[in-house]
């Protein structure tokens, strides 16, 4: 019996003293507070920026064919090289003429004989030896004739392919020999130099925008290069599914660097400059439900600083930066840097010697 009740109070006292530990413990939790968090912050600035409207556009040739066979025949010739550039009028292709030219000289040869056989019956008519209506018959002769020689020239003709307008060729799609059909595709020809683009806008933000306005182009395919054109075209109809205004610019394209079907991005810019609440992009925190800031605070009582997470409504943006539009005042400070690991009251330390140098304009480096 005394070894029972000895254990019996061996073991009550083992958990009375585990009791203890694990109470301290918990205490000793609540009363922790986790070391400030070191952050990057930027201040609030007014600045002013020039206005611009943004769209992705696709470029289009000014002029654009896919040069096809009119009319049917063999081909005997190909005069040009695929992706060369040609003038207009330069002669690409013939094909096979040997019957019409065989038939023009007869009907040359009728067209004479017309004309002559009208002559004759012009001065017997002035001597009122022949009627008007024989007269009239041999007048129709002499234009019947000449229309079948012309008619055979034009076949002539238009078996002789010739570039519509100045331009640069692509690939050739027929072979020496071979029979066309009509409509057959020959060879594209693009004229590159200037180039359109196409984008559309809103429909709000159409009373905007007119001819003339000067647009930058942008392009993965030219990095770190701005192209300029001007506002050519407004399409006065409105696309009624999407409510949108289709618009043509023109760009200067030398060195034929842009090609028509590439996409690019466009800035339209207007007359009126905007003043704006300026804050590097990566100060803010994007969620579906909201963007919002972290605005670093003075503690109060207690020593250091705090975050007071903000939302905020943003407007364009500006290389490195973004407009805010409401949420926060000039002069306050954000965390510029690291936002996704921040919490609402946190606790932090400033330290900018690692801050990137936010630009309008930023240029990557070539490493």
């Known amino acids: 019996m005394l070894t029972i009740g000895g254990l019996a109070i061996l073991v009550a006292i083992l958990v009375g003293v585990k009791a203890l530990q694990i109470s301290a413990m918990i205490d000793q939790g609540k009363k922790f507070v986790p070391p400030p968090e070191t952050v990057t912050s930027a201040t609030v600035q007014a600045d002013t920026w020039e206005t611009a409207l943004t769209a992705v556009g696709t470029l289009n040739a000014v002029?654009?064919?896919?040069?096809?066979?009119?009319?049917?025949?063999?081909?005997?010739?190909?005069?040009?090289?695929?992706?060369?550039?040609?003038?207009?009028?330069?002669?690409?292709?013939?094909?096979?003429?040997?019957?019409?030219?065989?038939?023009l000289p007869?009907?040359?040869?009728?067209?004479?004989?017309?004309?002559?056989?009208?002559?004759?019956?012009?001065q017997l008519f002035s001597k009122q030896l022949i009627s008007q209506a024989d007269r009239d018959n041999a007048v129709a002769g002499a234009e019947q004739a000449q229309s079948q020689a012309e008619n055979i020239r034009a076949t002539i003709g238009k078996k002789t392919i010739r570039a519509p307008f100045s331009g640069q060729l692509g690939i050739r799609q027929v072979n020496l020999g071979q029979l066309l059909r009509e409509g057959?595709?020959?060879?594209?020809?693009?004229?590159?130099?200037?180039?359109?683009?196409?984008?559309?806008?809103?429909?709000?933000?159409?009373?905007?925008?007119?001819?003339?306005?000067?647009?930058?182009?942008?392009?993965?395919?030219?990095?770190?290069?701005?192209?300029?054109?001007?506002?050519?075209?407004?399409?006065?109809?409105?696309?009624?599914?999407?409510?949108?205004?289709?618009?043509?610019?023109?760009?200067?394209?030398?060195?034929?660097?842009?090609?028509?079907?590439?996409?690019?991005?466009?800035?339209?810019?207007?007359?009126?400059?905007?003043?704006?609440?300026?804050?590097?992009?990566?100060?803010?925190?994007?969620?579906?439900?909201?963007?919002?800031?972290f605005i670093i605070e003075d503690a109060g009582d207690k020593k250091g600083k705090v975050l007071r997470q903000q939302f905020v409504r943003l407007g364009v943006k500006r290389g490195d930066f973004v407009a805010a539009t409401s949420g926060i005042k000039e002069g306050e400070t954000v965390v510029s840097t690291g936002v996704f690991k921040l919490r609402n009251g946190q606790s932090v330390v400033v330290d900018n010697k690692l801050a990137p140098d936010f630009q309008k304009a930023p240029k990557p480096e070539n490493n």
Do not use: C
């Not at 009728?110 to 019956?121: A, F, K, P």
């Open 63 to 103: 002029q654009g064919v896919t040069v096809a066979a009119e009319l049917a025949g063999k081909v005997v010739e190909i005069t040009f090289e695929a992706g060369t550039r040609v003038q207009k009028g330069d002669i690409l292709l013939r094909q096979d003429t040997s019957s019409e030219e065989a038939q």
């Open 106 to 122: 007869g009907a040359i040869a009728q067209v004479n004989l017309s004309n002559i056989n009208l002559e004759r019956m012009n």
């Open 184 to 293: 057959d595709p020959i060879v594209t020809l693009q004229s590159l130099d200037p180039i359109y683009v196409d984008f559309t806008l809103p429909q709000q933000q159409l009373s905007l925008v007119r001819q003339g306005l000067t647009v930058q182009v942008t392009s993965d395919a030219l990095p770190g290069e701005t192209l300029k054109g001007r506002i050519t075209a407004i399409n006065p109809l409105v696309d009624a599914d999407t409510r949108s205004n289709k618009i043509e610019a023109t760009v200067a394209n030398r060195g034929n660097r842009l090609r028509p079907g590439m996409f690019v991005n466009v800035a339209v810019g207007l007359p009126a400059r905007q003043t704006v609440l300026s804050i590097p992009a990566t100060a803010v925190l994007y969620a579906p439900y909201g963007d919002s800031v």
